[in-house]
């Protein structure tokens, strides 16, 4: 009975091993991107060769049915924060419109190892329009209510291979022309993936390899580019920033929504940690939002830390803040608001996104991770499979012998 149960236990392990292989599947945010114009006719007729804030980014091809319009659009005189790409789509104004007319924006990809599709979308006037995110002829996504939606992440992870992406608005009601344009849609990839890495030490000096397994970004500021890296290492979000600037008053900033839930003033639980070159209680320090304005600054102790160090011509900043912080839990999915920001520098403030204000969190960007805040499941290989199930078989052997032996 005894060595009928071992054997059980074993089978029961083995057949435990595939299915721990099954979620090592990498658990990649792949951002559909708009951030680089290319040639190519737009939907409207005209070519990039027109207006200088209209194109077609990046791979996107567009296909439509009736009269429907669209284009790249980028700076100032679109949602985009960034004076980058996003795409615009709407039922144009030259034309009635029936049921089931669209225009698509496609591109294919290859989703072997991708889980989850996530962008942003800003949605104006919708009465006769569905807008839409898809995989080949699959809605994953659909919304007809105006507003924001940020960080909006659809599940992929049942595909696998080249599909298409594709990126719509859709005629629900018939109406007729002459009208405003319905439908105007605007998607953006707004989202940035904290992944996991080593655990940096926080003395101020970004060193050689430190930051190579993080993910970063550049935004411009004074005396040239900011460049931002981020990580994760299961339990603490880390910041660093490398100033291009010895400001006598420059500071780095981080904001954060850990809600995710945007509005136009600082709310209870959103937070802007600070670290600056001026020497004092305004060295480090944090404010909460207060649903207001931002409430008093407190300098340490936080429960985060922080440090900074000068260079030659430049200063580096690294921040560490545990996941309590930010209400953050290992393993589980979250999108939580972003914005960095070089503040009081002899040009003024600079931050990324580009247009974001620090008292209004519904414009700051979002983060997402896509290891699920957590260490990342390693891959088993065919080989790997092979020798844990001898070890297991070897281990059930001997606990069989042993057993036997005993009753002998």
Not at 265 to 283: K, L, M
Not at 346 to 351: K, L, M, S, V
Request: net charge negative; proline share 5%; hydrophobic share 35%.
């Amino acid at each position: 009975m005894y060595a009928t149960r071992t054997i059980l236990a074993v089978v029961a392990i083995v057949g435990a091993i595939p299915l721990l292989v099954s979620t090592s599947k990498a658990e990649a945010i792949s951002n559909p991107s708009f951030e680089e114009e290319h040639d190519g006719t737009m939907p409207n007729g005209q070519s990039t060769a027109g207006n200088p804030d209209w194109g077609m980014p990046d791979d996107w091809v567009w296909r439509k049915v009736g009269y429907m319009n669209g284009h790249g659009v980028r700076g100032a005189t679109a949602w985009t924060t960034d004076g980058e790409w996003c795409l615009n789509s709407f039922a144009s104004t030259e034309g009635a419109h029936e049921v089931g007319d669209y225009l698509e924006f496609y591109q294919t990809v290859d989703l072997t190892d991708i889980t989850a599709i996530s962008f942003d979308v800003k949605l104006y006037t919708h009465d006769y329009t569905i807008s839409y995110f898809a995989v080949d002829s699959d809605k994953l996504w659909t919304e007809s209510t105006p507003g924001e939606y940020h960080g909006v992440t659809v599940d992929v992870s049942s595909y696998s291979g080249s599909h298409e992406l594709v990126l719509g608005v859709e005629v629900t009601t018939a109406f007729g022309s002459g009208g405003t344009a319905d439908g105007r849609t605007w998607f953006d990839t707004l989202a940035i993936d904290v992944t996991f890495g080593s655990t940096p030490i926080i003395d101020g000096v970004i060193s050689p390899s430190e930051y190579t397994d993080a993910n970063w970004l550049v935004f411009s500021t004074s005396g040239g580019d900011c460049t931002v890296y981020y990580k994760h290492d299961g339990t603490t979000l880390y910041v660093a920033f490398d100033v291009p600037n010895l400001d006598d008053e420059s500071a780095v900033q981080i904001f954060v929504d850990p809600d995710n839930d945007g509005g136009d003033t600082p709310r209870i639980n959103d937070y802007r940690f600070t670290i600056s070159r001026r020497s004092g209680d305004n060295e480090y320090g944090e404010n909460e939002g207060n649903n207001t304005d931002w409430g008093v600054w407190g300098p340490p102790p936080h429960n985060w830390i922080g440090a900074h160090e000068d260079l030659v011509s430049t200063w580096n900043a690294e921040f560490a803040i545990p996941y309590e912080k930010l209400g953050i839990t290992p393993g589980v999915p979250d999108t939580i608001g972003i914005a960095f920001y070089n503040a009081w520098t002899a040009t003024g403030d600079h931050a990324w996104p580009g247009n974001m204000h620090y008292m209004m969190p519904s414009t700051w960007r979002t983060a997402v991770s896509s290891d699920l805040w957590s260490l990342p499941i390693p891959a088993v290989s065919e080989w790997g499979l092979v020798v844990m199930l001898l070890l297991v078989l070897a281990a059930g052997t001997i606990v069989i012998r042993r057993r036997r032996a005993a009753v002998a």
